[in-house]
């Protein structure tokens, strides 16, 4: 008896010892080797596009270090995340929403200031906008990609009818009128029903020319200009006059019935956001064209909205911050935009560097950006942070304006009531 | 209290009655647990308030701000509005078609019964989501049949894109929400059809009182505390309601907040929408309100109605 036990001792010492000898082996490999990089995100969408593409190319330019996709339900994205950070087991790399929920996210300390990454040199202030503390100090997101609105439209109707695209407001009525007036198609493809496509497609589509984009955005945010002013009621009274060339029962046309509709042909213009490409181009078998939203009168500087819609930021406790480091430098690269940019055309990459697109639908919406100034939409910094929430007012205000239940002027001064109900300049 | 029984000398004491407590345990404990402590919860939830990252309590101040502010004043009570037509719709058509259906199925010279029992009843087993969805694709604007089979009679005038007009929506939804759930009251009042007597039924046929006028001097009168039940039933139904709205309207209840109930409200301001965050003291608010309107409902109903309906026993 006693002998087996002295050397069942024996054997579970040297175990023991064996176990931390090699555990000590192990850590000492991935300090020597490889830091491992794990990046939230909501993007599920995306999988196969981070890992085939993008997170190779980085791993041959970096050995050293080991990058992990592992993103989660884009409707679960911001309550995981925020669990994760509490609970301290949250990635090195953080996908960013825009704006205040990010924001808050800095607030907390959880997302690192990169306001010393060389990288963000990269971006324009518009660009950095939706990741940077109010104070316009620390940005604490690499900003991805932006989302460009414009007009896509049905080439070939458009060759049948002998219309050529329209630049100014005169001439996107004289279309409409015409198609209208032919019949074979509905002029133009947008329903009430969900609301946002109004104000989206709709609102902060056309409004930046009226509104001079981010002269009139960060004047809103600094009290100069309010939402009564002509320049903030004209996107209104042009949305007031679309409700007479939308399909019959607009009323109660969805998101999906307005794309269905545009990609059976039976629609000749959509109102669009340039996210829609992979889908039309899928789905529709007609020639697609896109224009900028139409000027007020000819000659008119045009301004388009460039709406920031994801970034990446690094967790403040991370452990391997100089390996997190140097994937957000090469986020900021030419490199990565254009691998980002052609994978997912729509999407578009926001950093300074030239992209080449192969999608010519995609090539068309971001050559605007060398024509027209880019502002981002107009409710999403701060004004949205109180209630009555202005970006959701916005919804309901322009399809009231849309179907005629509200005018225009009475739709303004509700919601500049409603903004300095709890926002004070 | 002791009893001695004489004779015996034995002393019985009163038996604890261990099985009573121990058989309603489980229910007890799944009761309070999944629906007495969020009850408190939410309540108490409701006094507190975020102030610099902090819950302070703040007494009563949640409701003074819900229904002393301007704008939300004004959503509540267009919300309790909306959601009272919701309800009078229901009582009005839901309720009568019930009985109807129920008399009409009671009638033992119908052919098919148990089938158009069962037919009329589906509706009611289907998920909101099915039915939402299904109601809107029906009553499209560009895929639904509506439309078509109005042309089909001529009558294509009348078609509207009901469920976009803000004069339509709300009474629309209301129907759909009629037809899913009109089973409900149906078999109810059926169950309690058919159980009245026949010796009764047939004294009234010896004393020449038939047909139509049955119906309303025996067996109505003999249903109504059925009828009274799925008032109540209704009542906390409806004023419950949001999955509907929620389906078909999305969470900004629209056209125009003319379909926000109750329901859609709370949600949106609980867990928040698109870019406006969630107010959980607030939200928690708006679900204590919800939970005492439906309280003093059914205190009315069971003070003022149940104890003045007469029961008879057979």
Known sequence: MNTTNKVNKTASLLATSMIGLSALGLSAGVYAQDAELTIESWRNDDLSIWQDKIIPAFE??????????????????????????EAGSAGDLITCRPFDASLALYDQGYLASLADLPGMGNFSDVAKSAWITDDGKNPFCVPMASVIHGFIYNKDAFAELGLSVPETEADFFAALDKIKEQGDY?????????????ATMGYQNIGPNYWKGEEGRLGLIDGSQSLTDAQWVAPYEQLAKWGAYLGDGYEAQ??????????????????????EITGFNANA???????????????????????????IGMNAK???ADAAKTFLNWVASAEFASLYANALPGFFPLSNDPVTLEDPLAQEFISWREKCNSTIRSTYQILSRGTPNLENETWNASANVIKGTESPADAAKRLQDGLASWYKP | MLVTSPGSGQVNKPQRRWHIAVFLAPAVLVYTAIMILPLFGTMQLSLYKIIEGQQVFVGLDNFRHLLGDERLSSTFWNALSNNSIFFLIHMLVQNPIGILLAAILSNSRLRFRAWYRTAIFIPT?????????????????????????????????????????EQYALITLSLISVWQFVG????????ALISIPEDILEAAECDGITGMKQFWKIKLPLILPTIGIISILTFVANFNAFDLIYVTQGALAGPDYSTDILGTFL????????LQLGDKNLGATIASLMFLIILAGVCIYLFAIQRRLRRYTF
């Open chain 1, 60 to 85: 041959a330019k970096h050995p050293g270090i080991k990058v992990t996709f592992a993103p989660s339900a884009p409707a679960e994205y911001n309550a995981v995340l925020n669990s994760k950070l």
């Open chain 1, 186 to 198: 509905i002029p133009m493809s947008m329903g009430t029903s969900d609301q946002w496509e109004a």
């Open chain 1, 254 to 275: 969805t998101y999906p019935d307005s794309q269905n509709l545009f990609t059976l042909g039976r629609a000749a213009i959509y109102p669009a956001g340039s996210w």
């Open chain 1, 285 to 311: 078998d007609f020639e697609l064209g896109a224009f900028i939203p139409p000027v007020a009168a000819a000659g008119n500087e045009c301004y388009i909205s460039d709406h920031t819609d994801i970034g």
């Open chain 1, 318 to 320: 991370s452990e391997n």
């Open chain 2, 125 to 165: 087993i289907l998920s909101f989501v099915i039915v939402g969805f299904v109601w809107k694709l029906i009553l499209s604007p560009l895929w639904g049949v509506a439309p078509d089979l109005l042309d089909l009679v001529g009558l294509k005038s009348l078609y509207k894109p009901w469920l976009g007009k």
């Open chain 2, 184 to 191: 409900i009251p149906m078999m109810l009042i059926y169950a």
């Open chain 2, 267 to 274: 949600y949106r301001t609980f867990f928040g929408f698109q």
